[in-house]
T-cell receptor, first 116, second 110 residues
């Protein structure tokens, strides 16, 4: 079975600081990778995803993530955070199953607080 | 909002009672999912269904049951066998490509 590890459970940054949230997964085969975000009082929503191709993927709101296969990592980055980025961020993985619709395995989440 | 509706938003039950959480979707997705979210634990998969009249156990299925009689609906029953039912429950619809989440139901068992 697969697992996901997010190293930072709580992160506090000032506005305009750069952000990098770590995510490592454990699985012996090909995976699809996701970052989801949960803003206060809102639905969980997709930030970005990686299936194949260019390992640097860009998502919404200026976020990007880099898949490093040799490190089993999929770290999330943003060059300059805003107060509105305050939220909970979840890394998730699902085994590539040729189009099947298995559920996601999530990390425990990182609670990000941006101070004005 | 992604087309997944869950009701009610808050639910209170006495210990020992079964309770059913509603999840409806208008996205026409074949697959639907139930997750449980606990503070500091992330989301954990309870059950999922890829087609009508079929469903599979997730990582923490014990004490839960589901049905999928219609494509649009995927209700979750939290039974009295679930040892720690107080949690935030999230329903999703989608596929391997992306899952769309509902607003969640916060269940408190007293």
């Amino acid at each position: 079975a697969q697992s996901v590890s997010q190293h930072n459970h709580h992160v506090i940054l000032s506005e305009a600081a750069s952000l990098e949230l770590g995510c490592n997964y454990s699985y012996g085969g090909t995976v699809n990778l996701f970052w989801y975000v949960q803003y206060p009082g809102q639905h969980l929503q997709l930030l970005l995803k990686y299936f194949s191709g260019d390992p640097l993927v860009k998502g919404i709101k200026g976020f990007e993530a880099e898949f490093i296969k040799s490190k089993f990592s999929f770290n999330l980055r943003k060059p300059s955070v805003q107060w509105s980025d305050t939220a909970e961020y979840f890394c998730a993985v699902t085994p590539y199953s040729g189009g099947g619709a298995d559920g996601l395995t999530f990390g425990k989440g990182t609670h990000l607080i941006i101070q004005p | 909002d992604g087309g997944i509706t869950q009701s009610p938003k808050y639910l209170f039950r006495k210990e020992g009672q079964n309770v059913t959480l509603s999840c409806e979707q208008n996205l026409n997705h074949d697959a639907m999912y139930w997750y449980r979210q606990d503070p500091g634990q992330g989301l954990r998969l309870i059950y999922y269904s890829q087609i009508v009249n079929d469903f599979q156990k997730g990582d923490i299925a014990e004490g839960y049951s589901v049905s999928r009689e219609k494509k649009e609906s995927f209700p979750l029953t939290v039974t009295s066998a679930q040892k720690n039912p107080t949690a935030f429950y999230l329903c999703a619809g989608g596929s391997y490509n992306e899952q769309f989440f509902g607003p969640g139901t916060r269940l408190t068992v007293l």
